[in-house]
Nanobody
Framework: QVQLVESGGGLVQAGGSLRLSCATS???????MGWYRQAPGNQRELVVTISSDGSTNYADSVKGRFTISRDNAAKNTVYLQMNSLKPEDTAVYYC?????????WGKGTLVTVSL
């Protein structure tokens, strides 16, 4: 089992920044981690993924504004730095890990961007 705990969500004005964190029970054998989001009435969508080799895949809507990174020292935390936030970024943000072909999800953290 892989447990994921997100934190860092909150309310921010448009143009502001937030940093989300995803703490995992272990990075052992985890191939890919990523952030997804779901706005009210919408399907869950990809924000960004990062593979074990460090390669990343960003959604077009967040390219140049969001950055995913890993805590290389602790090796058990993934971050999402979100800059230049827009009201359309408002959503519940979920952390996901893929381990041996199985998806694991956190419970999500709410990000609200006001005008």
């Amino acid at each position: 089992q892989v447990q994921l705990v997100e934190s860092g969500g909150g309310l921010v004005q448009a143009g502001g920044s937030l940093r989300l964190s995803c703490a995992t029970s272990s990075l052992f054998s985890i191939n890919t981690m990523g952030w997804y989001r779901q706005a009210p009435g919408n399907q869950r969508e990809l924000v960004v993924t990062i593979s074990s080799d460090g390669s990343t895949n960003y959604a077009d809507s967040v390219k140049g504004r969001f950055t995913i990174s890993r805590d290389n020292a602790a090796k058990n935390t993934v971050y999402l730095q979100m800059n230049s936030l827009k009201p359309e970024d408002t959503a519940v943000y979920y952390c996901k890990a893929i381990r041996r072909g199985t998806d694991y999800w956190g419970k999500g953290t709410l990000v609200t961007v006001s005008l």
